[in-house]
């Protein structure tokens, strides 16, 4: 349920707007894994998660219709400011990261 509940898709895309615009997309990855999880990731989730963002970004590039249906989820407006395909890309991040054990230890 919690990867494709409404106020899950929402929160994870105001995160990603929210981070992109205090850190940009060069510390989105690890910014957001260490606000969800709460700590820094492992190498090897480091590359994991870097390369899914990544991958989602190239895609929202491409389908711009696509990024639009992800970031029209809920009731909080788009930022316009800030570049659609990484938004979209950071929501799916941040979805991703929700479903981790860890996003539910947090304190």
């Known amino acids: 349920m919690l990867l494709n509940d409404p106020q899950f898709v929402e929160a994870g895309r105001r995160l990603s707007e929210r981070l992109l615009a205090a850190h940009g997309p060069q510390q989105l990855v690890t910014t957001m894994f260490r606000t969800v999880i709460g700590r820094e990731p492992t190498d090897a989730e480091q590359l994991v998660v870097k390369r899914l963002y990544e991958t989602q970004k190239k895609y929202f590039a491409l389908?711009?219709?696509e990024a639009a249906?992800?970031?029209n989820?809920?009731?909080a407006p788009l930022d316009p400011d800030l570049p659609v395909a990484e938004?979209?890309?950071?929501?799916v991040l941040a979805s991703l990261l929700m479903n981790f054990e860890g996003f539910t230890r947090y304190p």
């Open 69 to 71: 249906l992800a970031l």
């Open 73 to 75: 989820t809920g009731d």
């Open 63 to 65: 389908h711009p219709e």
């Open 87 to 91: 938004v979209a890309a950071g929501g």
